[in-house]
């Protein structure tokens, strides 16, 4: 089962942006797209660089190490050196706060 955990406020990452957070001791990359906060596993599937510091293309992210591109929304992975996408998380924004679901690991 998952639960959601506040992870900053929608003030720190306006449309375009993107920034690493940690919640359950993993580090997760939101990105802004047009108003929409989307929530990344922050380690390209290739070698683990931070897609956080990625830059923005549209709707994908290009790593920031060896130019592996991923669609924001979904994780997909779109070009090499990567060849697996990387795990999506849900995100809910409630009065400025934004909140990332994790597998809280009870299984249900
Ligand atoms: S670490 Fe991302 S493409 Fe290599």
Redesign the pocket.
């Known amino acids: 089962m998952s639960t959601f955990y506040t992870v900053t406020t929608i003030d720190r990452i306006p449309p375009g942006a993107s920034r690493c957070v940690e919640v359950g001791g993993r580090e997760i990359a939101l990105f802004n797209l047009a108003g929409t906060v989307y929530a990344l596993d922050d380690r390209?599937?290739?070698?683990?660089?931070p897609?956080s510091e990625g830059e923005i293309e549209g709707e994908t992210v290009v790593?920031?190490?060896?130019?592996?591109r991923f669609e924001i929304k979904t994780g997909k992975v779109l070009s090499a050196?990567?060849c697996a996408g990387v795990e999506t998380f849900a995100v809910r924004v409630r009065d400025g706060v934004v909140q990332v679901a994790i597998d809280d690991g009870t299984g249900g």
């Open positions: 390209c599937s290739h070698e683990d660089a897609l790593c920031p190490w060896h130019l592996a050196p990567a």
